[in-house]
């Protein structure tokens, strides 16, 4: 068989995939706002209107918008997950895997990460402005949930059309939105990737999010969520940081880190902002341990980035967070698709390993291809965003090991062996294909008809498509590695192969662009 359209050379250096190139910053980056159109409902039956979607994109989609990876933010975080801002000194918040050669290569895969609904950083929360008082939420914003972030990330990915994401990744509460999509929307997803994480909300993890809210809720500032243009409840804000950061590090850290190190200059003190002065201090204030120096540090900072009342939204939506039904985690992942990376932290303490080995066995029990690691790290739940080598090896592994099913497109157009000429090759013109598999009345393939073929016949003057079907046609099957399709395309100088199953349905087609898309850009 012959096409017009050959495949590039270098695509048969499919080992190069595992570029040990140095990864690279990505530069300046801005954010986009998206606003979903009509009404937004929740979970709870309540509706939004005018919900805004703050988010960033990193890298180029393909034709097809196959190679699309969302990214899903921790509890505090933001849509500024990589590169830099306009006078930025420091980059998004997961730099160190988001780039030209690193796990999320950017030369590769279209990367986009949003601001969660209930965030204060760009999109929808309880300090954005209700349309119909035209005043700041405050604690009239509905109560969310984990899915509820999820249905807003479907809402732009859909708007920027794409139909399937190669990849949706994240870690902590992040690694939560990851498992929500594959169990809320399982065609959507090719691979997922939770770091960190649990299918279910711990009552320890519970306890802790509770002391959190209260230090916020018990400050007098915080005036029933009713503090915006007024002071704001820093006290109480920077407390529930103070506490939630204790989570995030790990007794062998805070040692290394710390130790018993004592420090004579005071760091900011959290019962007293800087406009006030205060003659009743705990005695003996001339001597800090650096742990309490550096927790009141964290403390102060987060109070000028962050909006106490997302802090409440937040941290319950992560409470009432439980993937199970009926007490089961298997039949919570019945559903699941996706193939799954599962990585946890050896001295987490907060999502402890246990817990992603329970997600990877519900997982497992449902057939789903679920792959488990650790990251060896003293820096707990934290070492998700700083353990770099770690991560880039875990995860460029796992996204590299690419099979036909994961790239291959099953929409695609085909035709009977009783169509004309005419009409296929109409076909061809207005869906923009080169390729159109014969299909039988009960899906098998029979042949393929190539723009090429149509062109002889045009010349030939044949009508009939059944003179010129191909029927020794090369094919690949779904359960097979990209790299064997991709010789397969380089041997016959061929750009498409269709997928078939054992009994020679054909469930897609495969094109060079899309594992081009994935394996790199060709110069």
């Given at each position: 068989?012959?096409?017009?359209?050959?495949?590039?050379?270098?695509?048969?250096?499919?080992?190069?995939?595992?570029?040990?190139?140095?990864?690279?910053?990505?530069?300046?980056?801005?954010?986009?706002?998206?606003?979903?159109?009509?009404?937004?409902?929740?979970?709870?039956?309540?509706?939004?209107?005018?919900?805004?979607?703050?988010?960033?994109?990193?890298?180029?989609?393909?034709?097809?918008?196959?190679?699309?990876?969302?990214?899903?933010?921790?509890?505090?975080?933001?849509?500024?997950?990589?590169?830099?801002?306009?006078?930025?000194?420091?980059?998004?918040?997961?730099?160190?895997?988001?780039?030209?050669?690193?796990?999320?290569?950017?030369?590769?895969?279209?990367?986009?990460?949003?601001?969660?609904?209930?965030?204060?950083?760009?999109?929808?929360?309880?300090?954005?402005?209700?349309?119909?008082?035209?005043?700041?939420?405050?604690?009239?914003?509905?109560?969310?949930?984990?899915?509820?972030?999820?249905?807003?990330?479907?809402?732009?990915?859909?708007?920027?059309?794409?139909?399937?994401?190669?990849?949706?990744?994240?870690?902590?509460?992040?690694?939560?939105?990851?498992?929500?999509?594959?169990?809320?929307?399982?065609?959507?997803?090719?691979?997922?990737?939770?770091?960190?994480?649990?299918?279910?909300?711990?009552?320890?993890?519970?306890?802790?999010?509770?002391?959190?809210?209260?230090?916020?809720?018990?400050?007098?500032?915080?005036?029933?969520?009713?503090?915006?243009?007024?002071?704001?409840?820093?006290?109480?804000?920077?407390?529930?940081?103070?506490?939630?950061?204790?989570?995030?590090?790990?007794?062998?850290?805070?040692?290394?880190?710390?130790?018993?190190?004592?420090?004579?200059?005071?760091?900011?003190?959290?019962?007293?902002?800087?406009?006030?002065?205060?003659?009743?201090?705990?005695?003996?204030?001339?001597?800090?341990?650096?742990?309490?120096?550096?927790?009141?540090?964290?403390?102060?900072?987060f109070t000028k980035r962050f909006d106490a009342n997302s802090y409440l939204y937040i941290t319950k939506a992560v409470d009432f967070f439980d993937l199970s039904k009926s007490g089961s985690l298997i039949e919570g992942f019945s559903e699941v698709t996706a193939k799954f990376l599962v990585i946890s932290i050896t001295s987490d303490w907060l999502y402890p390993p246990y817990q992603s080995q329970e997600i990877v066995s519900a997982l497992t029990a449902n057939g789903v291809d679920a792959k488990y690691e650790e990251i060896?790290?003293?820096?707990?739940?934290?070492?998700?965003?700083?353990?770099?080598?770690?991560?880039?090896?875990?995860?460029?592994?796992?996204?590299?090991?690419?099979?036909?099913?994961?790239?291959?497109?099953?929409?695609?157009?085909?035709?009977?062996?009783?169509?004309?000429?005419?009409?296929?090759?109409?076909?061809?013109?207005?869906?923009?294909?080169?390729?159109?598999?014969?299909?039988?009345?009960?899906?098998?393939?029979?042949?393929?008809?190539?723009?090429?073929?149509?062109?002889?016949?045009?010349?030939?003057?044949?009508?009939?498509?059944?003179?010129?079907?191909?029927?020794?046609?090369?094919?690949?099957?779904?359960?097979?590695?990209?790299?064997?399709?991709?010789?397969?395309?380089?041997?016959?100088?061929?750009?498409?192969?269709?997928?078939?199953?054992?009994?020679?349905?054909?469930?897609?087609?495969?094109?060079?662009?899309?594992?081009?898309?994935?394996?790199?850009?060709?110069?």
């Amino acid at each position: 068989m012959e096409v017009s359209n050959q495949l590039p050379s270098q695509l048969s250096s499919y080992k190069n995939i595992l570029s040990t190139k140095k990864g690279q910053n990505l530069g300046i980056v801005r954010s986009i706002n998206y606003e979903i159109p009509g009404i937004f409902r929740l979970e709870s039956g309540k509706t939004l209107s005018n919900v805004r979607i703050e988010y960033e994109m990193y890298g180029k989609m393909n034709a097809d918008k196959s190679n699309v990876i969302l990214i899903c933010h921790a509890l505090t975080g933001d849509a500024h997950a990589a590169g830099f801002h306009a006078g930025d000194k420091k980059p998004g918040w997961w730099n160190i895997v988001i780039g030209p050669n690193k796990a999320f290569d950017t030369e590769k895969y279209c990367v986009i990460c949003s601001n969660i609904l209930g965030g204060c950083k760009g999109s929808t929360g309880p300090s954005s402005i209700d349309p119909e008082t035209e005043k700041p939420y405050g604690i009239s914003f509905p109560v969310i949930t984990i899915a509820d972030m999820v249905n807003a990330q479907k809402k732009l990915i859909e708007h920027l059309g794409v139909k399937q994401l190669f990849a949706v990744a994240g870690g902590s509460m992040g690694g939560m939105q990851v498992l929500q999509w594959t169990v809320s929307y399982p065609e959507m997803v090719k691979k997922a990737i939770a770091i960190a994480t649990t299918a279910s909300t711990t009552p320890q993890q519970i306890a802790f999010g509770a002391i959190g809210r209260k230090a916020i809720t018990d400050d007098p500032k915080w005036n029933g969520g009713n503090y915006y243009g007024k002071k704001i409840p820093v006290q109480g804000l920077a407390l529930a940081r103070m506490i939630g950061h204790i989570t995030y590090l790990s007794d062998a850290s805070m040692q290394k880190k710390f130790g018993r190190a004592q420090q004579t200059e005071a760091g900011p003190n959290i019962s007293r902002t800087s406009s006030e002065t205060s003659s009743e201090t705990f005695p003996d204030r001339s001597s800090y341990f650096q742990v309490e120096s550096y927790l009141n540090h964290q403390g102060d900072t987060f109070t000028k980035r962050f909006d106490a009342n997302s802090y409440l939204y937040i941290t319950k939506a992560v409470d009432f967070f439980d993937l199970s039904k009926s007490g089961s985690l298997i039949e919570g992942f019945s559903e699941v698709t996706a193939k799954f990376l599962v990585i946890s932290i050896t001295s987490d303490w907060l999502y402890p390993p246990y817990q992603s080995q329970e997600i990877v066995s519900a997982l497992t029990a449902n057939g789903v291809d679920a792959k488990y690691e650790e990251i060896r790290s003293q820096y707990g739940h934290d070492a998700f965003l700083l353990e770099e080598g770690q991560l880039n090896y875990l995860i460029r592994g796992f996204l590299s090991r690419i099979l036909v099913s994961d790239i291959m497109n099953q929409n695609f157009y085909s035709v009977s062996r009783d169509e004309t000429i005419e009409n296929a090759s109409v076909l061809m013109v207005k869906k923009k294909v080169n390729h159109l598999p014969v299909v039988s009345e009960d899906g098998k393939l029979e042949g393929i008809v190539t723009s090429w073929d149509i062109t002889k016949a045009v010349a030939c003057k044949i009508t009939e498509l059944d003179e010129i079907i191909t029927r020794d046609v090369k094919y690949v099957f779904s359960g097979e590695k990209i790299e064997t399709a991709s010789s397969i395309m380089e041997d016959y100088s061929i750009s498409a192969l269709p997928v078939i199953d054992s009994e020679n349905r054909i469930l897609g087609m495969v094109t060079s662009e899309s594992i081009s898309a994935l394996i790199g850009r060709f110069s």
